[in-house]
């Protein structure tokens, strides 16, 4: 016969035991459902199951992004809402090439998004290629204004030294070259390839930027 006491334990043991036995198995469901979620568009199910207790920050094994980074991809925009409000979301996870949250927002032109991002206190400035870089890329000049005016380094350089202004002349993007070219950026740099920017543009056939360049560096001197 077994004491109430000790009965008490063993049934306290067993059902520790049996809890540990299904945690792995209820993660694993969660995990799916949350990145199936973010897939979809699924707001609800995502503010459910981050009510649960789940870490919005968890990796996709298949392309090692969080939620955020995927449903930033996706263009999930009620999802990205919640994630970017979770408490403990961590903006500066990085994809497998080294992207952020920031930086893919950027990229894509979603300003409410940047917006919200930089209020909560994402990095504007890291080594390598940076959330100023992706704007320009694409030629997203309020987000460009956006990031010089919480101190994104203008002059930033990639891996291989290229700069915010050598990929807005890459894309043809004359006003966001205009911009830094106003807010003090240096267009006489070159990249390890020894490009500058006028050479982006005209390698790219955006005749304008090359020629205007090259007119404003010769004003000044520096040609």
Do not use: Q
């Amino acid at each position: 016969m077994i004491a109430g006491g000790a009965f008490s334990r063993r049934r306290t043991i067993l059902a520790g035991i049996a809890m540990a036995a299904l945690a792995p198995v209820a993660f694993a469901g969660a995990y799916d459902d949350f990145f199936r979620a973010v897939k979809i568009d699924d707001a609800r199910v995502v503010k459910t199951l981050l009510a649960r207790g789940l870490d919005p920050n968890i990796i996709e094994h298949e392309r090692g992004d969080t939620g955020l980074i995927l449903a930033l991809r996706e263009e999930s925009m009620d999802v990205v809402n919640v994630l970017v409000n979770a408490p403990n979301i961590d903006f500066e996870v990085k994809t497998r090439n080294g992207d952020t949250a920031l930086m893919i927002a950027c990229f894509k032109g979603f300003k409410p998004v940047v917006e919200a991002m930089l209020e909560k206190g994402a990095e504007v400035n890291r080594p390598g290629w940076t959330p100023l870089h992706y704007a320009a890329a694409n030629g997203h000049i309020d987000i460009v204004r956006l990031l010089l005016d919480k101190s994104a380094y203008i002059d930033a350089e990639s891996p291989n030294k290229t700069t915010p202004m050598m990929m807005a002349a890459r894309g043809g993007h004359i006003y966001v070259v205009k911009l830094l070219l106003d807010e003090g950026a240096d267009a006489t740099l070159k990249n390890e390839l020894g490009m500058s920017a006028i050479d982006f543009a005209a390698n790219h056939n955006h005749k304008d930027i090359a020629e205007g360049l090259t007119s404003r560096l010769r004003k000044a001197g520096k040609l």
